[in-house]
C-alpha cells in the first residue's frame, strides 16, 4: 500500500464515527434539484454545484446534466431568487453567463486543479518513477444573487 492516499484505511473508523457524529439531524435526499429549491424555507442559504456546463458528462459523472438541465436550473434560481439566497459554482463558459446574467454578481476565480490525479493514478503514472504533473490552471464562477459586504471603508 501506498503512503500517498489522502487517509491510510487504518484511520477510517475513527473518521467514519466523526463524520457520523456530525451528521445527525442531517437529511439527504435524492430528489430532482427544481423539487428541493422550490421547497426551501424562505430566506434559506443554498450552495449549488452543478455538473460543469462543458464537461464530458460520461467521465466525471454517473448520470448526465444536459443542456435542458441546466436551462431548468437558471430558470429554478430565478424564480425563487427573492425568498433564498445562493451561491452557484460553475465552469466559466460563455453560455453560463449568459444564463445568468441577472444576478448581483459574477466572479471569476482560478486554482490548481487536481481531479488529474486520479486519472494518473488510474494510469499506472507514480511520482516514484519519476513522473511529474504540471498542474492545470482551473477557472471557475462564482455566481451569487447577493451582495457580500466587505466591511467598513476609511
Not at 466523526?18 to 442559504?45: H, K, M, N, W, Y
Not at 445562493?86 to 486554482?111: G, M
Request: glycine fraction near 4%; proline fraction near 5%.
Amino acid at each position: 500500500m501506498g503512503t500517498n492516499i489522502p487517509m491510510r484505511p487504518e484511520n477510517w473508523p475513527p473518521h467514519l464515527r466523526t463524520v457520523s457524529d456530525r451528521l445527525q439531524g442531517v437529511e439527504l435526499t435524492a430528489f430532482d434539484f427544481e423539487d428541493v429549491i422550490d421547497a426551501l424555507p424562505d430566506g434559506c442559504f443554498a450552495f449549488i454545484d452543478p455538473p460543469y456546463y462543458d464537461a464530458d458528462q460520461q467521465k466525471f459523472y454517473n448520470h448526465a446534466f444536459v443542456k435542458d438541465d441546466h436551462d431548468r436550473l437558471a430558470k429554478c434560481l430565478k424564480r425563487n431568487s427573492d425568498r433564498i439566497l445562493f451561491l452557484l459554482t460553475y465552469d466559466d463558459h460563455p453560455e453560463v453567463r449568459k444564463k445568468y446574467e441577472w444576478v448581483s454578481e459574477v466572479q471569476n476565480r482560478a486554482w490548481n486543479y487536481t481531479i488529474n490525479r486520479t486519472d494518473d493514478q488510474r494510469n499506472g503514472l507514480k511520482r516514484k518513477d519519476g513522473f511529474k504533473r504540471s498542474r492545470e490552471k482551473g477557472r471557475e464562477l462564482f455566481i451569487r444573487n447577493y451582495h457580500v459586504w466587505t466591511g467598513w471603508r476609511s
